[in-house]
């Protein structure tokens, strides 16, 4: 590491170099996922397709299969994701599940998503294994790599009933591979475009009788498609042990570490209202740029079966987060000189720890004749956040848009801390189906949530602490007239926060807590004995009392009266033949500001009708696979997203676009397989995100070539 982008995280950093300075990528993965307590079994696989017949957590604690769950709810397996070359959270989800867009850029931590008309952490929740990562000034850093995941369940709509605020447009769920008493093993490495090399290892298996492992490590680096400074590396590792302490009772011990020091482009400037070809991979931030962050997550899990009909899960856990960013943010291009005028000289440092600990209990019993099943539980964490940064992040300079000289970091205010929070959250939830009759089931939950937080601002000699208390509820109904056929509707409410929980800023602590309500019917399906699964849905979302961040302002926000949004969802998956498969999805959704004024120089402005900020109106999926001859398979996929716009007044618009991948893969021996995969072939020009002045530009076309071999 050199010594203009070292910083405190540096000994981690140079103990992973060995291994970032190889090579890695995507391949097929084993479908193993956790340990049946009772029979030491592997459960809950998931395979390609919807996995409407497998059990997943993310839609409910019941442990129903998406079939039985009154709402929209994706299961992407490991092996889909890795196959299809998908190296982060970010890749398999937008290309993968239903409606689901990324926002992602280096000050979110590059993993915020759109969901259902809303956008953002605090909207689009992310959870790590089923337990939420609380966030600090809207960033999520982990995990990042898809290398450890099993699978990834994507809740779309209301999910504070199972999770606490900050939920309405969805969750997001990696669930990382579990320990197995089945001895496993397996490698990757690639190489591609841009100096990209990838490295990664899965090992697991018995130590004895009753102890098992799992140790998942991977590494990546390349030099970026930006010059200068363009490149990244990142290391992961997740280690887990159980051990099957009687036939009815299993611990597992977890560790989690995520190291990255993601590329430092923050985006390229407009001229007009575009990004000329011209300066597409120019790079205009400072020469002593950094990003850096580093996660621990740490996690307990017990599992109690005193009987067929009583489960008891027990979850202990602790994240650490250390991040640093120093960069200059904001690019305008200045017609009367033709030069790129630079701002935002921003320096910040996250330190967070999340503790917390949750308990449920599942009981399977009749009442009045009628199958039941319920669960109830609490949820209890504390939070500790500081941040210090150089705010108000003053400092200007000017480049020439051709050869732009990088210049050094200017700190007008220098760096103090500004922020430090504590917060104490505290819930109780209870969830319960019950069976009318062999087709007719109700699902029912509800939660209470009570979160305090305590804020100080040193800096401005303010302080706060408020308790933002919510109740969310849902009911629903699942229809099943014939089997591999169900009906369904519900009725769901959420609370968002106002911005991000735990840096409530002194004015949004006087608001209460944004709230949201949901109506979805849909149904969902197998058919040709059960080569294909197909969803359709349809919802209302409305969410009052809200704030929105402002454009090219991050850390300020604007209230916003009402925002609605209503839509179709439909996703297959279809086994054509022997040789031939597809899986496709499409998001249509209608998203406006219902109720929203803001005094401007002109006087007070309404926005109501207007499209809300960073949400397109159409996203479509569709993977296409061709097993053409013996040992070979040809992917295509297609991920195209409408125009968003980057502004209130919906004045500047981002245009749609359409990515095209490939991947070829070739059953070298029955162990081994050699992959070649490709993106954004058409080498298309567009923008994962944006303001009203530059665009943060998605890759361009990309090759990389991987070995995988299973041992």
């Known amino acids: 590491m050199s010594p203009r982008r070292a910083c405190r995280l540096a000994p981690v950093a140079a103990l992973a170099a060995p291994l970032l300075a190889a090579a890695p990528a995507g391949a097929e993965d084993l479908p193993l996922d956790a340990i049946d307590v009772a029979g030491g079994r592997n459960r809950e696989v998931a395979a390609p397709g919807l996995n409407l017949a497998t059990p997943a957590r993310s839609g409910s604690r019941l442990g129903l299969t998406p079939l039985e769950t009154p709402a929209s709810l994706d299961v992407i397996s490991g092996e889909t994701i890795r196959a299809r070359g998908q190296n982060t959270v970010e890749e398999a989800v937008t290309q993968n599940a239903v409606g689901i867009t990324s926002v992602a850029g280096p000050g979110n931590g590059n993993l915020s998503f759109a969901s259902r008309g809303f956008v953002g952490p605090s909207s689009v929740q992310q959870l790590y294994d089923g337990t939420r990562l609380y ?122 570490l995520g190291y990255n020091e993601p590329t430092r482009y923050w985006g390229s400037p407009l001229v007009g209202n575009r990004v000329p070809d011209r300066l597409r991979f120019i790079n205009y931030n400072i020469r002593d740029s950094q990003i850096a962050w580093f996660d621990n997550w740490t996690q307990l899990r017990t599992e109690w079966n005193p009987s067929a009909d009583i489960t008891v899960r027990n979850t202990a856990y602790r994240l650490s987060t250390e991040r640093h960013w120093r960069d200059v943010e904001q690019y305008t291009y200045q017609p009367a000189t033709g030069l790129i005028g630079r701002s935002d000289y921003i320096e910040i440092l996250h330190h967070e720890e999340q503790i917390g600990n949750r308990l449920d209990a599942t009981l399977r019993s009749s009442l009045f004749g009628f199958k039941t099943t319920t669960v109830v539980g609490f949820d209890v964490n504390h939070i500790a956040f500081r941040r210090d940064s150089n705010a108000p992040f003053g400092g200007e300079s000017t480049v020439d848009p051709f050869n732009p000289v990088p210049g050094a970091f200017i700190n007008v205010a220098g760096t103090r801390t500004d922020i430090v929070s504590r917060t104490r959250q505290a819930s109780v939830f209870a969830e319960n189906r019950l069976e009318l009759s062999p087709q007719l089931a109700l699902v029912t939950g509800v939660r209470y949530d009570a979160p305090t937080v305590a804020v100080s601002r040193p800096l401005a000699g303010s302080r706060f602490e408020k308790t933002f208390d919510s109740t969310s509820f849902r009911v629903g109904a699942v229809y099943t007239p014939v089997p591999d056929f169900a009906l369904y509707a519900q009725y769901a409410t959420a609370a968002d926060p106002l911005g991000s929980l735990i840096t409530t800023s002194v004015p949004q602590a006087q608001f209460q807590l944004a709230t949201g309500e949901q109506v979805e019917a849909g149904a969902k399906g197998l058919f040709d004995g059960g080569r294909g699964e197909w969803t359709v849905a349809a919802y209302h979302i409305a969410k009052d009392n809200l704030l929105s961040p ?144 530059s665009w943060l530009l998605g890759r361009p076309r990309s090759v990389e070539l991987a070995y995988h071999v299973v041992f």
């Open 135 to 256: 966030v600090g000034v809207g960033t999520v850093t982990f995990p990042f790599d898809t290398w450890s995941a099993e699978r990834i369940e994507v809740l779309r709509g209301p999910a504070s009933v199972l999770y606490g605020e900050g939920a309405i447009g969805g969750i997001i769920n990696v669930v990382p591979k579990k320990p197995v008493f089945t001895a496993l093993g397996e490698a990757r490495a690639a190489i591609g475009s841009d100096g990209v090399a990838r490295l990664a290892l899965d090992s697991g298996g018995p130590v004895g009788e009753d102890l098992a492992y799992r140790i998942n490590l991977s590494g990546n680096r390349a030099d970026g498609w930006v010059k200068p400074d363009g490149d990244f590396r990142n290391l992961a590792l997740s280690a887990a042990m159980t051990w099957r302490v009687t036939p009815d009772l299993a611990v597992t011990l977890s560790h989690d």
């Open 550 to 693: 402002i454009p090219d302002r991050p850390t300020e926000v604007a209230q916003v009266g009402s925002q609605s949004s209503r839509g179709v969802e439909v996703a297959l998956a279809y086994q054509l033949s022997d040789a031939w498969r597809i899986e496709a999805n499409t998001a249509l959704l209608k998203a406006r500001y219902d109720s929203f004024s803001q005094n401007t120089d002109a006087g007070l402005v309404s926005f109501a009708g207007k499209v809300p900020v960073d949400v397109p109106q159409r996203v479509t999926n569709v993977w296409l696979s061709y097993a053409f001859a013996p040992g070979w398979v040809a992917r295509l996929g297609v991920n195209d997203v409408g125009p968003v716009f980057s502004d209130f007044a919906n004045t500047v618009k981002r245009p749609a676009y359409t990515l095209v991948n490939a991947t070829l893969d070739w059953q070298v021996t029955p162990t081994s397989r050699l992959s070649l995969r490709g993106y954004n072939l058409t080498d298309q020009i567009y923008a994962v995100r944006g303001n009203t002045n």
